[in-house]
């Protein structure tokens, strides 16, 4: 299976703070990678596909980028409900498709 | 709009059998251009696909290879709903299972409708 790594595991930053959190795919994934946000007790919510395509209704603060083993999810502007733990998830190799291991955001 | 709704045991005994059932509303099991997962959740394991079914003029089942062994995945068209059994569970399977539809924008396909995710603890 393709191992997903994320850091960092959890990360503090103020309101207004630009935050990049970053996804590394154990082999070459070209551009199957989508980002998730979860908050406690709900489901994941999609953020982002295909690396960078931002998902409709998700506000533009959020951005995607990279392509093959390295890619990065970017929340400028922090806002209080961007708390939450964010997951990317490969979807290259189907059907075993794999998650990272989840980066949680908190305000300071 | 797809909504996915989960009901079943929330507690099961080692070595016996886990059941959850998704119904569906808004788009139908046998949707040639959808999949039906079960993924789960713990803080040990992180989120995990456990396997899919889907209609392509026939039905297929595709499994994660450590549950292959145990799992099964059905459609249920009378009712549009799908359904997960896992054999033989241990503690190891307590975990936080949702069910999710993967559909495609463009080229790219995602998860993009989860259930409310149903809390199964094993335990005797």
């Known amino acids: 299976d393709i191992q997903m790594t994320q850091s960092p595991a959890s990360l503090s930053a103020s309101m207004g703070d630009r935050v990049t959190i970053t996804c590394r795919a154990s082999?070459?994934?070209?551009?199957?990678l989508t980002w998730y946000q979860q908050k406690p007790g709900k489901a994941p919510e999609l953020l982002i596909y295909?690396?960078?395509n931002l998902q409709s209704g998700v506000p533009s603060r959020f951005s995607g980028g990279g392509t093959g083993t390295d890619f990065t999810l970017t929340i400028t502007n922090l806002q209080p409900e961007d708390c939450a733990t964010y997951f990317c998830?490969?979807?290259?190799?189907?059907?075993?498709?794999?998650f990272g291991q989840g980066t949680k955001v908190e305000i300071k | 709009q797809v909504q996915l709704q989960q009901s079943g045991p929330g507690l099961v005994k080692p070595s016996q059998t886990l059941s959850l059932t998704c119904a569906i509303s808004?788009?139908?099991?046998?949707?040639?251009?959808?999949?039906w997962n079960w993924i789960r959740q713990s803080p040990s394991r992180g989120l995990q696909w456990l396997g899919r079914?889907?209609?392509?003029?026939?039905?297929?089942?595709e499994y994660a290879v450590s549950v292959k062994s145990r799992i099964i995945i059905n459609p249920d068209t009378s009712k549009n709903q799908f359904s997960l059994q896992l054999n033989s569970v241990s503690p190891d399977d307590t975990a936080v299972y949702y069910c999710?539809?993967?559909?495609?924008?463009?080229?790219?396909?995602?998860?993009?409708?989860w259930g409310q995710g149903s809390l199964v603890t094993v335990s005797s």
């Open positions: 999710a539809r993967v559909s495609s924008s463009g080229d790219w396909l995602h998860f993009d409708s």
């Open positions: 808004g788009d139908s099991v046998s949707n040639k251009t959808s999949t």
């Open positions: 079914t889907y209609y392509r003029s026939k039905w297929y089942h």
């Open positions: 082999q070459h994934i070209s551009n199957y």
């Open positions: 295909g690396a960078s």
């Open positions: 998830l490969q979807t290259y190799s189907t059907p075993t498709w794999t």
